[in-house]
Nanobody, 123 residues
Framework: QVQLAEFGGGSVQAGGSLTLSCAAS????????MGWFRQAPGKDREFVAS????????DYAESVKGRFRISRESLKNTIYMEMISLKPEDTATYYC????????????????WGQGTQVTVSS
């Protein structure tokens, strides 16, 4: 059974930065796309960023382009997301996602979700 372990959430002031990480375990395959979604209170879960199996291709939501950067360390089955210039509207629970049906970066059918990590940005 694939499991995703997320780390790195926290509270920062606007303009600050955080880095999230997500480690996948329980699979020997590396041919899958991974990414991040987020959900703010009272809102639907939304796509944030994703990366292809080899780390060469990435995709970002318009709202985070230029501020967030996703990367992948394939040997460790781990992805990272560096977030800078954080805004109060980035406050949400961030979920790691893994799509076994694609090499990425587009995640059309998420197979596994992490438990979520909270990011809070105060003004």
């Amino acid at each position: 059974q694939v499991q995703l372990a997320e780390f790195g959430g926290g509270s920062v002031q606007a303009g600050g930065s955080l880095t999230l990480s997500c480690a996948a375990s329980g699979t020997t395959s590396k041919s899958y796309g991974m990414g991040w979604f987020r959900q703010a209170p009272g809102k639907d879960r939304e796509f944030v960023a994703s990366i292809s199996w080899n780390g060469q291709l990435t995709d970002y939501a318009e709202s985070v382009k230029g501020r967030f950067r996703i990367s992948r360390e394939s040997l460790k089955n781990t992805i990272y997301m560096e977030m800078i210039s954080l805004k109060p509207e980035d406050t949400a629970t961030y979920y790691c996602a893994l799509d076994m049906t694609t090499w990425g970066p587009v995640l059309a059918d998420v197979s596994y979700w992490g438990q979520g990590t909270q990011v809070t940005v105060s003004s």
